[in-house]
């Protein structure tokens, strides 16, 4: 008896929905971490910042409120909320940078004395270069936001550099005219820094800085010669010093005058009370 061959079966028909390929769904994008919102010290501090940044690149008659607000991404009533007005967070960022100054002038008592200044005054400078503007306004005293508040603040700061610049010359004492030297040296540097920013920072920084240092070396020098005290110190001082220092450098430009003509011999009678030979 032959063998059935089994008829081929025909495939079911497939629904629509099954021909369909199935749509993925993308994974949700992580949500983004929420923003951290800043304590009442840390957006005080943060409206402080941006101030100074504002208050260092104009004077500050020229920055408003909105301005402060706007760069510290943060509303007027906000800036308010935390100050009472313009004049009061502008004396509190010059309080900060004032402190910021004051800090260097702060040297280590090591080294030949004028290489410490030097490193001081290179600071200084930077500092001014850094905020020009608005304190070159303040300085000047012809800023608008000038008060009681900022002077006193620009008081500390000279206080403290000439505290500092007296304590690296113990074991001399502090007399008044020592003490009227180092202020007057201390105007001076204020003086030659605003030339330089009027003269828009043109002179190299280093000769700004050589110079400070040469006049506050000159200056000790001249004052030596009233305070027998600081001319006995000024041996220390000058033996602690080397050629490549500023003073050394000061010292070989003095000599050099030496060879002008007539002028050794102008200096000997003065020194001397014996009137040069004439011719």
Avoid at 14 to 36: G, Y
Avoid at 135 to 140: D, G, N, P, T
Wanted: with cysteine.
């Amino acid at each position: 008896m032959a063998s059935r061959t089994p008829a081929p079966q025909t495939p079911a028909p497939q629904s629509p929905a099954a021909r369909t390929p199935a749509v993925r769904t993308p994974a949700a994008a992580p949500k983004a971490a929420p923003r951290r919102r800043l304590s009442v010290d840390e957006r005080r501090e943060q409206l402080i910042a941006v101030a100074l940044d504002l208050f260092s690149a104009r004077p500050p008659e020229e920055v408003s409120i909105d301005d402060i607000a706007a760069a510290a991404g943060a509303s007027r009533p906000l800036v308010y909320h935390y100050f009472p007005g313009k004049q009061a967070i502008y004396e509190e960022s010059l309080r900060r940078a004032g402190q910021e100054l004051a800090g260097r002038f702060e040297e280590p008592a090591t080294g030949a004395l004028s290489d410490r200044l030097a490193r001081v005054m290179d600071r200084y400078l930077d500092f001014v270069a850094c905020h020009g503007p608005g304190f070159e306004a303040l300085l000047r005293g012809g800023s608008v936001a000038a008060s009681p508040g900022t002077n006193a603040v620009i008081d500390e700061v000279r206080r403290a550099a000439h505290d500092q610049i007296l304590a690296h010359l113990t074991p001399v004492r502090a007399s008044p005219q020592l003490r009227l030297t180092v202020r007057a040296w201390i105007a001076n540097a204020e003086i030659t820094s605003l030339a330089w920013l009027a003269d828009q920072q043109r002179e190299p920084r280093e000769q700004v800085r050589l110079r400070l240092v040469q006049d506050f070396v000159g200056a000790m020098v001249v004052t030596a010669a009233r305070e027998p005290e600081l001319a006995t110190a000024l041996v220390g001082f000058l033996a602690a010093e080397h050629p490549g220092s500023p003073t050394g450098e000061l010292v070989r430009s003095l000599a050099g005058l030496l060879a002008v003509p007539g002028l050794a011999a102008a200096l000997g009678a003065l020194a001397t009370g014996v009137e040069p030979p004439p011719g």
